[in-house]
């Protein structure tokens, strides 16, 4: 038997999604809860190993082996990890390999001051913003681009073209922005060094050409700047 667990998370206090000796992380908090839960060793596979400090709002992951009792497993977890569902699954589902596209918000405090409220929630940027610049960039990034430069250059990754499905910049609340792009994968960094970079082109620091000459392939040292973790969510996987 499968079961698909739908998971949210805080990844502040954490190390990332995958296992490492010597660190904390959300695998290992959820492993060691579903091991005393159903007693038995249980080894997840995850839609998207996010990085330090990285949060989700639907991650997705997968075992073989029966759901267990939400209350159960939750009450074993630490506040900052919840289990919202769990259900059993077709017998060939796979969280990782099977999913069509996922789908990640970047929120920006985009305003002089900053909040307590969103401290480690969003990146506070008190610069100008140009608006009209930000929604041309993420128009820009719809279809299928070589995002070579949004990636680290020490990177496993042979494949660099990814299908952006959709991407466009939202108004959140109490000034916040939210940069929503859905994909069929992503590289390690690409959505912070994306908002990094068109952030300075809404500031009038790069031009929205050389934004999209980006997206034709090249080097990461031609791309801006790294937004740091704290503003990115994994919101959605599909399948």
Do not use: K
């Not at 997968?62 to 077709?90: F, H, K, M």
């Not at 959709?166 to 994968?185: Q, S, T």
């Amino acid at each position: 038997m499968i079961t698909r667990l739908d998971i949210a998370y805080d990844g502040g206090p954490f190390a990332g999604w995958a296992r490492q000796p010597g660190r904390r992380t959300v695998q290992e908090e959820l492993e060691r809860a579903l091991g005393i839960v159903l007693r038995r060793e249980v080894a997840l596979t995850v839609a998207g190993r996010t990085d330090v400090g990285v949060h989700a709002l639907g991650q997705v992951a997968s075992y073989e082996g029966p759901p267990p009792r939400l209350t159960g497993v939750n009450a074993l977890l630490p506040d900052e990890i919840a289990v919202l569902a769990a259900q059993g699954a077709p017998d060939d589902f796979d969280a990782r390999a099977g999913a069509r596209s996922r789908t990640y918000c970047y929120r920006v405090l985009a305003r002089s001051a900053p909040s307590p409220f969103e401290r480690g929630r969003a990146l506070h940027w008190p610069y100008r913003v140009d608006r009209d610049v930000l929604d041309a960039c993420a128009r820009a990034l719809a279809g299928e681009h070589d995002f070579t430069a949004f990636t680290p250059t020490e990177t496993d990754h042979v494949r660099f073209r990814r299908v952006v499905l959709e991407a466009a910049w939202r108004d959140g609340a109490d000034d916040v922005l939210e940069f929503w792009i859905e994909a069929d994968a992503f590289m390690r960094q690409m959505n912070r060094v994306l908002v990094g970079t068109m952030l300075q082109v809404a500031g009038g620091r790069r031009t929205l050409e050389s934004f999209t000459r980006l997206l034709q392939g090249a080097h990461r040292r031609d791309a801006g700047v790294t937004a740091p973790a704290h503003g990115l969510y994994l919101a959605r996987v599909r399948y």
